[in-house]
């Protein structure tokens, strides 16, 4: 599944969020997210779809 990084999904699909506020939403699970190595990585489909957004992957 295609993953982006956090701070780049806080500011595309929730508003403009900053790379702080980004990382807070990914902490509270606003922000569905994977870990590769030591890295975390947003996931798009959960935040394509939560906008209203179909995609098909």
Do not use: H
Not at 9 to 24: E, I, M, P
Not at 46 to 51: D, I, K, Q, S, T
């Amino acid at each position: 599944m295609p993953a982006i990084d956090i701070p780049d999904a806080g500011r595309l699909f929730l508003g403009g969020l900053s790379r702080n506020a980004s990382y807070a939403a990914a902490r509270e699970g606003l922000i569905k997210t994977i870990t590769i190595g030591r890295r975390k990585k947003a996931l798009t489909k959960p935040l394509a779809e939560a906008v209203g957004v179909t995609v098909k992957f």
